[in-house]
Each structure stands twice: as C-alpha cells, then as structure tokens.
C-alpha cells in the first residue's frame, strides 16, 4: 500500500534533483571567484605585443597600478616577469609558477635580464643584471671578509668569499684604479673555523640582496633588483589599488610601480637599522626608532637616518643617497670589490669642485647618451640636447646636477626639490689642495644629531 | 513474442488504490520540472554557445600621409574596408561594404587614370556612383560615409565606427 | 500517461520482458547507464568542439578558454569528463556482471562486440586526455604513443597512425582529435548500436528458460528514473569536483613530479616497472583481452546456467575472468598508491 502510494514520488524526486543541478550550475558561474574583484564582472584580456600571448591576470588584478611607463602592461604583459598560467582564472593554476618577486636575483636572468632587457650589451649600459649580481650589495664581500680578519681567519680584509661564487666581469675598464678581485668563492665557514664565524654565517647573513627582509617596520623591502626599485613603506603595507592584495598585512611593497626615483627611506630599510654585536655575533635592531613624537619632519629624518654614531654634513641629510651615489657604486660595475670604501668613488668635490677648478661637466649632444635615458626615467628630471650636466671623475653623468647660466641647479631625484649647489671655488675654504676627500671635508662641515 | 499482455498501464503489483488525482498531481510537477530544467539547460548551453572570444576587426585605420595621395586618386584601405578618396575638395571615405547584404563593391574607374564612375556589387549587381549613391540593383540604400581624421602625427585615420555627412571633406 | 500506445522509448523494447531480465538487481542497468553516458558525452563533446582547438599553439589554451571563459564552459567540461571516467568504470562492471550471470551464454558475437566497445571506450578516455595538452598528460602522451612503437612489425606504422610525424609534434594534437571525435567515436556508435540490436536478436537479456513476464512500460519507466539518477549524481559531480588542468605541457623540459599515467593505465604503467616494454606493454594486455575474447570459446562453450549469478556450468569462465579482473585492479591499485 505504501510502495504504491510512493511509486510517483520517486521519479518526481529526481527530476527535482536535476533541476537542483542546473540551478546549481547557474549559481555556480554566477559567483566565479574571480568576479567578487570587480563591480561589473568581465573577464579582462591583455594580448602584450612582447609575447603576443593573451593574458587574463587583470580579471582579478584589474585595477592595479601599472609598474612603470616604460614597463606597459600593452606591451610587456603580467606573465613574462611574473610566471604563472596567464589564461586561466583559477587561483591555483593561474598562480603556478608565480614569481612573486621577479627582481629575485634567482630568476632576474630570466625576468628583468630576458629578452636580453636587461642584461644586454655594457656599451649600450644595457648590462644592469652581471653588474648587479657582483656589486657588493649582492656579494656582501666587504662584511664577510672583514669578520674573517677580525677573527684570524684570514691576514687581510681582502674580500675572498662571497655569497655565491662569482668571477669578475668585463664592465667598463677604467675604474680610476681601485683596487679590484678576481673571483669569490661562495662563503661557507669550515667545521674547524671559530665558533664566531660560524655564528656570523648562521645570524649575519641577513643584509645582501638576495637575503629576505626581517619582518619588521623600517625593515620591510624586497629583494633583487626591487630591494631598491620597488619601494616600501616602513610600515611594509600596501596602499596601491589591486582588489586582490590585503591592505593590513605588513611585508608588502607601497605599490604596484618601479622607480628609479628613490628616497633615503628605502635605503634604510637595510642601511642604519642597527649593529652586529661582535661578541655575540647577533644584530641589534637600534632602539631608538620610530623618532620621538615631538620632533619635526627634518629632525625626525636625521633621527631615524643615522645612527647616533653617524658623521654626516648638510647635504647628506637634506638630500636623498641616490642623489650623490651613483648607479656605478650602487649597482656595480662589473668588478668585484672588497668593501664599500672601494666601491665607492663620490667625494665632495664630484659636485662642489675644488679651490682651483668646477666640477667637471659636459654638453649633451647625442640623443642617445645616458644622462637623457636617465632623467627620462624620472618624473622629477627635464633634461634636453644642450644642456651642461655634471659627470663623475669616470665619466658618469649626473643627470640631475645641470648647469642653469652661472647657477649649478640640483633637482632632488626622489622629491624633485632644487638646490642650488655652492662651489669651493670662490669660497673661502681653507683646505690644502692635496686633501679634497670627502674625510677632509667632513671635519669642517659635520652636523652633529641632536 | 509468447507473452500474455499484462496491463500497460500499470506498475507490477499496482491496482486501483492510489488515489488518482494524487498520481496526476505527481505526473504534472514532474512534467512541469523536467520542462524546467530542460530550458535552463538549453539556455546554458546555448550561453555557452554564444561565446566569443575572437578578436573585433579594427575599428579604425590609419592611411599614411595625405601627400601620399594624389588628388583626384581613389584608393582601398584594406584594414577598415573603404575606399579613401581625394578630390579637388579633399579626402573622404566610403565603406566598400554593400548596403544589400554585405560583399565588397568593386570602384568602376580608378578616378586617376580613368574618371570614377562609381561602384558596382559583384554579388547581386548592385549599382552606385561616384559619390556611393544607389542607382539600381537590390541594394536599398546607399554608400556609408565614414569619418577621416588626421591624427596628431599627421596620418590619415578612417573610422568605420561614425558616419559622417556625404559632403564632409577633410581638407589636407 | 494516459494514452496506452507504445511510446518511442518502449517500442526499442520487446512488447513483454522476462521479470528477471527487467529487475534492477539483475542487471543493475550497467549496460544502461553506460548507453546513457555515450549520450551525455556525445552531447557535452559537441559543445566542446565548438571551442577547441587541436594544435600546439591554442590546444592547451582552448581548453583554458572552455575553463574560464566560455558560460558554463567548466560546466560541460566536468560533465564531459565525468562522464568518460564512469564510462569505463561501467563498461567494466557491466562485463563482469554478463561473466557471472552467463550473460555471455549463446551470445558470443555480442560479447565479442562488447569488448570491441570496452576497447573504444579505453582508447575514448586516452585520446581525449591527451587533448588537454597540459603537463600532467606527458606521461601518457610520450610513454603511451613509444609504447605502439614496441609492437613487432607494425609498431612504426601505429605510432605514425597515432601521432602523425616521426615524433610527437605540431600534427599530434589534429591526429588525436580526429581519433577522439571521429574516428573511434564512429567505430564505438557503430559498435553500440550492432550491440544492442544484437541483444535483442539474441533474444533479449538472458534469463533463465521459465520466467513469468511482464510489460515494457516497468521497464521503460525504472529506465527513467535511473537516467534522472545518474544524471543528477553526474551533475552534482561535475558541480563540485573539476576535471584536472595542470599548467601547459612542455615535452622538451622534464617533469617536475613523478608522473603518472591515467588511472586506466595504471596497470600497464606498473607493468612496466617489471618487465620489458613489449612483455608489460603490449603483449600482456593483449593476452588480458585474448583470454577475455576466448572465454564463450575456450572456457565455457555450455549453455546451461545462463541467466544465473555464478552458475555452475561457468565456473571456470567465471574464475578465470576474476583473476584477470583481480590482477588488473591490484597493479591499478598499486600504482596508485606510489
Ligand atoms: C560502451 C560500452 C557498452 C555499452 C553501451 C553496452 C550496452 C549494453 C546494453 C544496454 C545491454 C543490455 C543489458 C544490460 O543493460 O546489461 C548489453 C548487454 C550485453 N553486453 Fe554490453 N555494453 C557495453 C560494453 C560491453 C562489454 C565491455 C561487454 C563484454 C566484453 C559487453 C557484453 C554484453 C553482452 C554479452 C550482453 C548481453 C548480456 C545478456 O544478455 O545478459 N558489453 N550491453
Ligand atoms: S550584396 Fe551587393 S548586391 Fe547583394
């Protein structure tokens, strides 16, 4: 009786659940992960005309910021820096093979260096990636070498050892003659070297390129290339506008965007944040970040620049680090150097000149010389065809040091702020002739922090 | 077959207990879901169906220079379609689609060498002058005129997106 | 319904059944369901033909396109690959089911043709993987195709029928989909089609010589309802679990992971790790299918206990097929298990 009274159910039941299934299916594609980013769900396509391969990254990415003119995403697309299965909206898929840092020196060769972009020819100062990976920012050479001579391990602080093994490389010849390496070995302390040492390769090696960032505000920053040319801020949180990025979780860049117009805070996020403590082998964060409240913006820079130890004149705190170290010091030349003190080649007189002559400058005439490609690159900078530019004793341009009639006119790269530059010809400096290094300079000319 | 028909209409077992309008009310419901679900799913389908991801033909081209052009000259640029012309007054374009149901008119006349007479349609003999009006054929209305800018480095563009007025001229 | 003339679906019946051939717990409607699944992929493959696109530029994309971009295009792609997994599992369990009841009993031409079918099925799910083209077919594309090479005298010429040059390369993904859509999928309708007829010609399903009979109208309707059923589990399925996309397929780089063949080759793929290719490769899954077309010949040529879960007079058809089944499953299972 029962059996009988249900015999209609069943198939009824059933058709129900097929069309539980299509309704299913509506709702389904109606709530693809993908279209909670967008107000007006579509799917957006990008075909750049460097790989010609459609990409969908910015269905889900839609509104972040491009990462620089020069850069557009027309052109160079999501997938040939970032990896990745650019046709598919899938989390997952679509994300394998992400590179999420392309800057990484570990993949740069095939990202910012493929396509030869950036690792071309050093004649066309094309050659951004071999200088980089041998600048002493990436071997960190200098800090190996000399804990090594501090603790016996070796005679000199000649640098032997390096984070990975690297040989010199045919950069530009003249380096004015400092003093240079061959090759260094990678840096892997002995089982019979001091306790220290090893120590120092298990604690230390924190503050190379290719080392990740201490978690922590001042200190948040990429690595590779972007540890300088992807800007964070101290608090290490994003603000840029992908739909996708948290807001609240710190360790991310600022935004979305390279730039060559750097101010001393990223530099900090790895310079002046602290001491190894020799005895123990470990960092010490300094204690005296973030600035005390009361201070002013200017007062508040030089407190959390430089250490309370630091030596520093005007400019060095009125102006950002790019705007007196080169790119040559700061990204390499294609030499290997033992420490900082070799790498760097900017004195005083690079912009200020001596008692008996100018800085020296030249007139731009060919379309094509860096100084125009540089200053392109920076919103901040206007440089023509016959304009006068200060160069560096090895020829360097200093695109934004530019002589306006008799005025020498410096335009801050970060901020765009002009300066005129005072020369020590004319002045009444009293330095000896033969003593223009900068030490010199210093012992006249050093602010003291409060 | 060596079977003794049974009743066709029955379940095995099954008498006359069930209430009949209970077995009606559950044949209509299923009738009406299955008939439900079939149009979604059709229409899922046919959704599906009608995605496209092929790229949109070019809306727009560019010409090259207008000193490129003699005057009078009549030339077909390929990318949108239309047929550039320059006369004493200057340039306009005219779509080379057929207002009949779409092949590409062919120019009676090269308006240089011999005098642009006008267009005719190699499908179903549609016939138009010089300046794209119909004349004879099925076609039922005639020529589109298109718009022709110069842009900011002095090349010629030809939208086949906007219509403009037949005496418009872009003078170069 | 009220009107009693014979419906489409009822005249592809006889007008009366044996009960016994009509009972769900019969059958289990196997070869049913697996007529129903031919359906569902014969339906969802011609709306993925409107999308794919064999070469080795847009073959993994296209898919990608169905994936993402295309309304519903996941919908019908799960479907249509749900579909061709159960299918083979079906197939299977249909034919242990004709093993046992002595299905195969004075229908040897149609249990020929229903492993021709079997075959089809298999070869269905391969060539279709291979369409995907994304790193996780490799394996079965590389291994799969060098194994035709192993079959003596013919092996060059199959592996160009296969895979349409020397090597795998830009005429494979166009060979596979010919194969897929085309060519084995006409050799199976054809085969379908022959099969069932055959059923009927053989005097329907087998049942045991006495049984009272009844009308195909309770036939045609359980047949409804278990089309409803497994349409909906297919559906809710293809609802919830997706058909694999790995990234695009690199033959040049090696695999990342150890890669594994599709789970229908697992045998075979574990086969291999024993022994030589030609032996684990390609004669003993002939000898699997020898011993499976030799079996109303060699094993069991009576006629008695037809229509009888594991009746006597099949006994040694019946072990030997569960052996074969048994070693299939458990290198299967192993493999899986890596
Ligand atoms: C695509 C695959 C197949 C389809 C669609 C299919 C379909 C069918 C159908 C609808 C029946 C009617 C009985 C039933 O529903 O169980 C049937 C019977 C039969 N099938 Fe298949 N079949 C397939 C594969 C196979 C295979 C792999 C074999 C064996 C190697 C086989 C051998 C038979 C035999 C011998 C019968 C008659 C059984 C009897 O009368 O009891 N079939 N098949
Ligand atoms: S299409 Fe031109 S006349 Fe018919």
Redesign the pocket.
């Known amino acids: 009786m029962r059996r009988v009274a249900l015999a209609g159910l069943w198939p009824l039941l059933a058709t129900a659940g097929l069309l539980l299934v299509v309704v299913g299916a509506w709702l389904r594609e109606r709530t693809a992960p993908w279209r909670r980013y967008q107000d007006d769900p579509q799917v957006r396509a990008v075909v750049p005309s460097l790989t010609g391969q459609r990409e969908l990254c910015l269905t889900c990415h839609w509104s972040i910021e491009e990462i620089s003119p020069s850069h557009p995403v027309e052109v160079v697309g999501c997938v040939a820096c970032h990896g990745g299965v650019g046709i598919a909206l899938d989390e997952d898929l679509a994300h394998t093979g992400l590179i999420r840092n392309p800057g990484d020196l570990s993949v740069a060769a095939q990202t910012c260096g493929g396509s030869a972009c950036h690792s071309g020819a050093p004649a066309d100062h094309r050659d951004h990636l071999p200088r980089v990976e041998r600048s002493i920012q990436a071997t960190y050479a200098g800090a190996i070498a000399y804990v090594l001579r501090a603790f016996g391990v070796q005679p000199d602080s000649v640098a032997r050892f390096g984070i990975y093994a690297v040989q010199s490389y045919e950069g530009p010849p003249d380096n004015g003659g400092r003093p240079v390496v061959e090759a260094l070995a990678a840096f892997q302390p002995a089982p019979d070297a001091p306790p220290l040492v090893q120590q120092f390769a298990g604690n230390c090696l924190t503050c190379h390129l290719s080392a990740e960032a201490i978690q922590a505000p001042y200190f948040y920053r990429a690595t590779g290339c972007s540890a300088c040319h992807v800007l964070y801020d101290n608090d290490g949180l994003y603000k840029g506008g992908d739909p996708t990025l948290p807001r609240d979780e710190p360790g991310h860049m600022r935004r979305h965007e390279l730039t060559t117009a750097i101010p001393y805070t990223q530099c900090n996020h790895c310079h002046n944040r602290g001491n190894y403590e020799l005895p123990t082998m470990t960092f010490v964060p300094r204690a005296d970040i973030p600035a005390p409240d009361y201070l002013n913006a200017i007062e508040r820079r030089v407190h959390e620049y430089y250490q309370p130890i630091g030596q520093f004149t005007l400019c060095e705190w009125e102006l950002d680090c790019v705007d007196c170290h080169t790119r040559r010091e700061v990204m390499g030349d294609g030499y290997l150097y033992s420490s900082q003190r070799d790498a760097r080649y900017t004195e005083c007189r690079t912009c200020h000149g001596t008692l008996d002559a100018p800085p020296l400058s030249y007139t731009i005439t060919d379309p094509d010389d860096l100084a125009l490609r540089l200053a392109f690159l920076n919103p901040n900078l206007e440089l023509q065809v016959g304009d006068t530019i200060l160069m560096t004793d090895l020829g360097e341009p200093l695109p934004h040091v530019v002589w306006r009639g008799d005025r020498l006119e410096l335009t801050m790269k970060a901020t765009g702020q002009r300066y005129d530059v005072p020369l020590v010809l004319g002045s009444g400096c009293q330095q000896r002739p033969d003593q223009q290094e900068s030490h010199y300079c210093h012992v006249c000319h050093a602010y003291e922090r409060e | 077959m060596c079977a003794m028909p049974t009743n066709e209409n029955e379940w095995p077992g099954e008498e006359d207990v069930e209430p009949l309008s209970r077995r009606k009310l559950f044949t209509g419901l299923r009738k009406a879901l299955l008939a439900a679900t079939g149009a979604l799913a059709a229409g899922e389908a046919a959704q599906m169906m009608a995605h496209s991801s092929q790229p949109e033909p070019p809306e727009s081209a560019t010409a090259g220079k207008p000193e490129d052009y003699a005057a009078p000259s009549l030339t077909f640029v390929r990318d949108v379609r239309a047929y550039l012309v320059r006369d004493a007054l200057g340039f306009y374009a005219l779509d080379a689609v057929c207002s009949h149901l779409g092949c590409l008119v062919r120019a009676v006349g090269d308006g240089q060498n011999s005098p642009l007479l006008g267009f005719e349609c190699p499908c179903h003999n549609s016939h138009y002058d010089a300046q794209g009006e119909r004349i004879s054929g099925p076609a039922p209305r005639g020529l589109r005129y298109l718009a022709v800018e110069l842009d900011s480095t002095g090349n010629l563009i030809i939208h086949r997106d906007r219509e403009t007025h037949p005496d418009d001229r872009l003078i170069a | 319904m009220g009107d009693s003339r014979a419906s489409f679906f009822e005249h592809l019946h006889p007008a009366t059944i044996p009960a016994r051939s009509a009972a769900f717990t019969y ?1 289990f ?4 369901i ?2 129903l699944l ?1 359906l569902v992929l014969l339906v969802t493959g011609v709306l993925l033909m409107f999308f794919y696109e064999p070469s080795l530029a847009r073959a993994y994309s296209s898919v990608a396109a169905i994936t993402y971009e295309a309304p519903y295009g996941w919908f019908v792609r799960n479907l249509h690959y749900w579909a061709g997994q159960w ?1 083979v599992v079906t ?2 369990l ?2 242990a ?2 093993v046992f ?1 002595g ?2 009993k004075r ?1 040897r031409l ?2 020929l ?3 021709g ?2 075959v ?2 298999i070869l269905l799910d391969f060539t279709g993987l291979v369409l995907r083209w994304d790193a996780d077919v490799s394996w079965a594309l590389l291994v799969g195709t060098n194994l035709l090479r192993e079959v003596p005298l013919l092996g060059e010429t199959l592996y160009r029928l296969a895979v349409g040059g020397e090597t795998v390369g830009a005429a494979t993904p166009v060979r596979f989909y010919g194969w897929h859509i085309a060519g084995l999928t006409i050799a ?1 309708l054809f085969l ?1 089609v022959w ?2 007829w055959r ?1 009927r010609r ?1 005097g ?3 049942h045991a010589a006495r049984t009272p009979r009844l009308s195909r109208r309770a036939l045609v309707r359980t047949e409804g309802l278990a089309t409803l059923v497994v349409l909906t589990m297919l559906g809710v399925v293809s609802l919830l679990w997706d058909a694999p996309l790995a990234p695009p397929a690199d033959l040049n780089t090696p695999a990342a992971h150890e890669s594994a063949a599709p789970w229908f080759f697992l045998g075979v793929q574990e086969a291999l790790r024993f022994a030589s290719p030609l032996l684990a490769g390609v004669i003993a899954p002939l000898l699997v299918l020898g011993v ?1 077309a030799a079996l109303p010949y060699a094993l069991d040529r009576s006629a008695e206990g037809e229509g009888h879960w594991f009746n006597a007079a099949g006994r040694r058809a019946q072990i030997v097929f569960a052996a074969a089944l048994l070693l299939v499953i458990a290198l299967t299972v192993r493999g899986a298990l890596r």
Do not use: K, P, Q
């Open positions: 059958t409607g196997l070869g049913g697996s007529v031919v299918l197939a299977t249909h034919m089911r004709v009841t299905g195969y229908r149609n249990w043709i229903g492993l079918l079997l089809l099925v199976l379908g099969h069932i059923v053989d329907g399903i087998s499976l």
